[in-house]
């Protein structure tokens, strides 16, 4: 039963999501993140 309620809440609220603006540059983001990231590790270890 508590199956169905959830189930039911769910329906109910996907119909107010909306989408990200700019949702189709996660990738691009994710992307300059990761190669920051390494570099800046790659200068902690070259600095140590």
């Known amino acids: ?3 169905r309620w959830v189930a039911s809440a769910l ?8 989408k990200l603006r700019g949702h189709r540059d996660m990738k691009v983001l994710l992307a300059a993140l990761q190669e920051r990231v390494a570099h800046a590790a790659h200068a902690d270890l070259k600095a140590a």
């Open 1 to 3: 039963m508590t199956l």
């Open 11 to 18: 329906s109910d609220a996907s119909r107010r999501f909306r």
